[in-house]
Nanobody, 124 residues
Framework: QVQLVEAGGGLVQAGGSLRLSCAAS????????MGWFRQAPGKEREFVSS????????LYADSVKGRFTISRDNEKSTVYLQMTSLKPEDTAVYYC?????????????????WGQGTQVTVSS
């Protein structure tokens, strides 16, 4: 059974940091491109970051570039999103997803499976 389980969300003050994790099971993790997306209330789901199968290549949305870092541990079947200098506009539900296509990938249409999400709230 394929599963993606996000963790690490919470409430943080502006300027603070959080580290999200997404643990995968039931799949060959090292063969998959991984991505992080977020959705704020009343807004469409938007791309945050993506990482290639090997972890060598990464891609970031302009809004998080220089503040967020994506990484993966293929032995642990886990992808991470280190978030620093958080802003109130980063408040959203954060989702991880995987794609069988070679990445990194920005479009959510390229992703095959999504986790349930974890809430990140940044207070001003």
């Amino acid at each position: 059974q394929v599963q993606l389980v996000e963790a690490g969300g919470g409430l943080v003050q502006a300027g603070g940091s959080l580290r999200l994790s997404c643990a995968a099971s039931g799949l060959t993790f090292g063969s998959l491109t991984m991505g992080w997306f977020r959705q704020a209330p009343g807004k469409e789901r938007e791309f945050v970051s993506s990482i290639s199968r090997s972890g060598i290549s990464t891609l970031y949305a302009d809004s998080v570039k220089g503040r967020f870092t994506i990484s993966r541990d293929n032995e642990k079947s886990t992808v991470y999103l280190q978030m620093t200098s958080l802003k109130p506009e980063d408040t959203a539900v954060y989702y991880c997803a995987f794609s069988a296509l070679s990445g990194p990938l920005m479009s959510p249409r390229n992703y095959d499976y999504w986790g349930q999400g974890t809430q990140v709230t940044v207070s001003s």
